[in-house]
């Protein structure tokens, strides 16, 4: 049984420039959340995906955005890098339904740096 | 004030001990609690759910106290694997979205 899977592990940007992020959910997961973890923080909601459409939108300007393909996996793409960019990116899958006590499972992350 | 609410510690206790940490939430509304563990540069993992009614993993005790809006960790025996931060997340009712805490972090040495 597969869990989350993210890409890639690690990598350095520069200011400016633009990133994506990629996410394949745990096995039978319809639904993908995007996480912004900085040093010495919990993870910081940044948006939902399920159904292919942004279900519910953290605190994040519109240089994060996002997509949900048909088979469930997500990427995640940030514009106009800024220093405050850098942190580790978590993509965590989850069951989609009514109840909001569905567990969710991260991915390893990937750790961002903007140089 | 801040949805979810923890002391970063660091917590620092020899091996055996019994540490607690403690969460506070601001939201009454919010209906699942859990509690996660992260491991230096990992990511978070479910270390147990939180019940009304309190539950117990082996060295582990959650308890959730409405009336005041806070949850507990209790951790008995500790080990120096018991090493990590430990997140507290709250997830409102009709929310999809659990919110985390910063994290407190425990550091059990010999």
């Known amino acids: 049984d597969a869990g989350v899977t993210q890409s890639p592990t690690h990598l350095i940007k520069t200011r400016g420039q633009q990133v994506t992020l990629r996410c394949s959910p745990k096995?039978?997961?319809?639904?993908v959340s995007w996480y912004q973890q900085a040093l010495g923080q919990g993870p910081q909601f940044i948006f939902q995906y399920y159904e292919e459409e942004e279900r519910q939108r953290g605190n994040f300007p519109d240089r994060f955005s996002g997509h949900q393909f048909p088979n469930y996996s997500s990427e995640l793409n940030v514009n106009a890098l800024l220093l405050g960019d850098s942190a580790l990116y978590l993509c965590?899958?989850?069951?989609?339904?009514?109840?909001?006590?569905?567990?969710?499972?991260f991915g390893e992350g990937s750790w961002l740096t903007v140089v | 004030r801040k949805e979810v609410e923890q002391d970063p510690g660091p917590f620092n206790v020899p091996e055996g001990a019994t540490v607690a940490f403690n969460c506070t939430y601001s939201?009454?509304?919010?209906?699942?609690f859990f509690w996660y563990r992260q491991d230096c540069r990992k990511e978070p993992k479910l270390l147990m759910s939180v019940y009304s009614s309190g539950n117990e993993d082996g060295r582990f005790t959650a308890q959730l106290n409405r009336a005041s809006q806070y949850i507990s960790l209790l951790i008995r025996d500790s080990k120096l694997s018991d090493s990590a931060t430990y997140l507290c997340v709250v997830n409102k009712g009709g929310s999809y979205i659990p919110t985390f805490g910063r994290g407190t972090s425990l550091i059990v040495h010999p």
């Open positions: 096995s039978g997961h319809d639904t």
């Open positions: 939201n009454s509304a919010s209906q699942s």
């Open positions: 965590a899958s989850s069951l989609a339904g009514p109840s909001s006590g569905n567990t969710i499972y």
